[in-house]
C-alpha cells in the first residue's frame, strides 16, 4: 500500500495563492487532487499520468489550478491562484498503481488531506 502525505494548506485570503505537497511512498502510475467542501462530495481537481506527462483538471479548474510534479520525488504540486471562499476544502492527494479517473472510486491510494480555507 502506497502512502500518501499532503502539505501546505492553510488559512489564506482571498486573491491569494497557494501550493500543496504532496509526497508517495512507492511508484505510481498516476497522482492527483481531490476536494472536499463542508457538506458537498469529494471533486476532481486534477490529475498527472507520469508515462506521459499528460495533466487533466476537473470543470473550470483549470483557470486558477496547475498541477505539476517529479516523477523522481514521488511528489506532485498544486499551485492554486486567485483563491476565492468556494475554495475553502480538504484538499486530497489521491494515486493510482495503474489508471486515473474523474471520480473518487477511480483512485486505490488517498491522503489523509490538507485543510485550505479562504477567508474574505
Known amino acids: 500500500q502506497v502512502q500518501l502525505v499532503e502539505s501546505g494548506g492553510e488559512l489564506v485570503q482571498a486573491g491569494d495563492s497557494l501550493r500543496l505537497s504532496c509526497t508517495a511512498s512507492g511508484r505510481t502510475f498516476s497522482m492527483g487532487w481531490f476536494r472536499q467542501a463542508p457538506g458537498k462530495e469529494r471533486e476532481f481537481v486534477s490529475a498527472?499520468?507520469?508515462?506521459?506527462?499528460?495533466?487533466y483538471y476537473g470543470e473550470f479548474m483549470k483557470d486558477q489550478f496547475t498541477i505539476s510534479g517529479d516523477n523522481a520525488q514521488k511528489t506532485i504540486f498544486l499551485q492554486m491562484t486567485n483563491l476565492k471562499p468556494d475554495d475553502t476544502a480538504v484538499y486530497f492527494c489521491v494515486g493510482d498503481p495503474s489508471g486515473w479517473g474523474r471520480r473518487a472510486v477511480n483512485w486505490d491510494y488517498w491522503g489523509q488531506g490538507t485543510q485550505v480555507t479562504v477567508s474574505s
Open positions: 498527472i499520468i507520469w508515462s506521459t506527462g499528460n495533466t
